[in-house]
């Protein structure tokens, strides 16, 4: 299934986002890292849960780069999702990126 790539306003911050340059899927605001619980498969728009996701975390992976944690206000969905730190026209914002890794994860244990 092909995923949808549209620009929207991010519900969060009410910052504007552009539509992915690189044939991805754009699925998190790249200024503030928040995002919708509209997917189940990147791109679907398949979920009815329709709840804040709200980043929790960062890990990083050799293959795919920097990946944000959401974790879904409404119905507690763990997700992620690969950082857009390389889209030319509007890449996801580094400093919040890090500010985010530099916090600890609940219950203590980092991230």
């Known amino acids: 299934m092909q995923g949808t790539n549209n620009a929207f306003t991010c519900r969060s911050c009410g910052g504007e986002v552009l539509p992915l340059r690189n044939g991805s899927v754009r699925n998190h605001c790249p200024h503030c890292l928040h995002s919708l619980h509209v997917d189940v498969l990147p791109g679907d728009r ?4 329709h709840g804040d996701l709200v980043p929790v975390g960062v890990e990083h992976s050799g293959k795919k780069g920097w990946i944000v944690v959401h974790r879904c206000a ?3 969905h763990l997700g992620r999702n690969r950082a857009a730190l390389d889209d030319p026209e509007q890449p996801d914002d580094w400093d919040v990126l890090i500010a985010l890794s530099r916090r600890e994860a609940p219950g203590g244990r980092g991230l």
Do not use: E, F, L, N
């Open 46 to 49: 398949a979920s009815d849960c």
């Open 74 to 76: 409404k119905c507690g």
